[in-house]
T-cell receptor, first 109, second 116 residues
Framework: DAKTTQPPSMDCAEGRAANLPCNHS???????VYWYRQIHSQGPQYIIH???NNETNEMASLIITEDRKSSTLILPHATLRDTAVYYC??????????FGSGTQLTVLP | GAVVSQHPSRVICKSGTSVKIECRSL??????MFWYRQFPKQSLMLMAT?????????EQGVEKDKFLINHASLTLSTLTVTSAHPEDSSFYIC????????????FGQGTRLTVV
């Protein structure tokens, strides 16, 4: 699986959009970009995934660059409950995921 | 989304005893489940892949005789930590996904094991 690079931490003001970047320059053509988050002492929660096109669901939007070498997860209106570690994972299958160190997002009141 | 349930959520055991952790997919059939371990302030590390009806596949460095995995049905996988020691204290998490390869995987809520 391709490796990913994420900033170790980010802050965001409550109510503002949180934009979490991820670099995956070695991604292969058949690999998807998955985003999960982990709130302290809980199991990871699925957020969104995509292959080439931008994706949106009730939680977030995923913007993938045309060359697929990077992506951005957007939480449109961050709340305090969005404080968590966010993992960007590139994999050909959701059935086996390799977790990196992720980005600790702290939403500030 | 689909629900994966782990039990217990928290367990304390004495050194030398064994502990069983259950992982259930509540509303879908999971031919494969995965077991992860997470130490404090670290990321999740895959321990093993649990296949229904066959032997589990263990990652390098994970002792198969110490971490026994059974996947007897399409909705249940169990992880037994045998002869537990304090260094086995960790957060154990399972995940499962539907048969389709590229659907999302769902994680249990995790089990906090403390060996005293």
């Amino acid at each position: 699986d391709a490796k990913t690079t994420q900033p170790p931490s980010m802050d965001c003001a409550e109510g503002r959009a949180a934009n979490l970047p991820c670099n995956h320059s070695t991604i292969s053509g058949n690999e998807y970009v998955y985003w999960y988050r982990q709130i302290h002492s809980q199991g990871p929660q699925y957020i969104i995934h995509g292959l080439k096109n931008n994706e949106t669901n009730e939680m977030a939007s995923l913007i993938i660059t045309e060359d697929r070498k990077s992506s951005t997860l957007i939480l449109p209106h961050a709340t305090l409950r969005d404080t968590a570690v966010y993992y960007c994972i590139v994999s050909g299958s959701a059935r086996q995921l390799t977790f990196g160190s992720g980005t600790q997002l702290t939403v500030l009141p | 989304g689909a629900v994966v349930s782990q039990h217990p959520s928290r367990v304390i055991c004495k050194s030398g005893t064994s502990v069983k952790i259950e992982c259930r997919s509540l509303d879908f059939q999971a031919t494969t489940m995965f077991w992860y371990r997470q130490f404090p302030k670290q990321s999740l590390m895959l321990m093993a892949t649990s296949n229904e009806g066959s032997k589990a596949t263990y990652e390098q460095g994970v002792e198969k005789d110490k971490f026994l995995i059974n996947h007897a049905s399409l909705t249940l996988s169990t992880l037994t930590v045998t002869s537990a020691h304090p260094e086995d204290s960790s957060f154990y998490i399972c995940s499962a996904s539907r048969f389709t390869m590229n659907t999302e995987a769902f994680f249990g809520q995790g089990t906090r094991l403390t060996v005293v």
